[in-house]
């Protein structure tokens, strides 16, 4: 799992692409981004399975903040990003919270 960062240089966004590998949901049909940036949005952003098994997508996000997010795993099971540029517990729900951080 990773994020890739590309800061544009005309306007204060970054593409970022957030990446889950084939491992981390071997038999996974569809994966998708929840996060603050989409209101949790459980179907909002759906990655694209790539023929290695891996799961992207890129969104751009504006820069300056940070943002809590976690991939959902064919709609029933939870994922961080182990890669992530942080966590933040969720004491409500035993959890951590990827953090990515522009």
Avoid: H
Avoid at 50 to 79: C, H, M, N
């Amino acid at each position: 799992m990773a994020i890739k960062k590309k800061y544009l240089k005309s306007k204060p966004i970054c593409k970022c692409t957030f990446s889950l590998p084939k491992d981390a949901a071997p038999n996974a049909d569809r994966v998708t981004l929840v996060g603050d940036f989409n209101d949790w949005a459980e179907s909002a952003l759906v990655l694209k399975q790539l023929k290695s098994g891996e799961f992207k997508i890129d969104v751009d996000l504006p820069t300056g903040q940070k943002y809590q997010y976690r991939y959902l795993i064919d709609g029933t099971r939870w994922a961080n990003d182990w890669a992530a540029d942080e966590y933040i517990r969720i004491p409500e729900f035993a959890t951590d919270n990827s953090v990515v951080s522009l």
